[in-house]
C-alpha cells in the first residue's frame, strides 16, 4: 500500500515538472513574454528589499521613505530613521 501511495506521489511530481516543461516550451515558440517571478505556492510577485542605512530594516521601496542624494537613494522604513540620517550628513 505504502509503494503504491509513494508511486502515485512520484508519478504527480514527475507529470507537473512536465507540464511546467512543456508550457515554457509552447510560451518560448510563441515569442510571448516571460512570466513573472512568483513566490511560494505561486502567491505575490517576488519583491527585491533593500536595508535601511540607520537602523539596518530591511523595506520595499515601495512603501519606505526615500531620499535621493549624489546619484544614489536611500530608502528608510520610517520617519524617525529619515530624520536621523540627515542629522548625520
Not at 57 to 83: D, I, K, M, W
Amino acid at each position: 500500500m505504502i509503494r503504491f501511495l509513494l508511486l502515485t506521489v512520484l508519478f504527480i511530481m514527475i507529470a507537473q515538472a512536465f507540464w511546467k516543461v512543456v508550457d515554457n516550451v509552447i510560451a518560448a515558440a510563441s515569442g510571448s513574454s516571460p512570466r513573472v517571478s512568483r513566490g511560494p505556492r505561486g502567491q505575490s510577485p517576488v519583491v527585491r528589499l533593500v536595508r535601511d542605512p540607520v537602523c539596518g530594516t530591511h523595506v520595499a521601496p515601495r512603501a519606505s521613505l526615500s531620499l535621493a542624494r549624489g546619484g544614489t537613494t536611500q530608502y528608510f522604513c520610517s520617519e524617525a530613521c529619515l530624520a536621523q540620517f540627515r542629522q548625520r550628513s
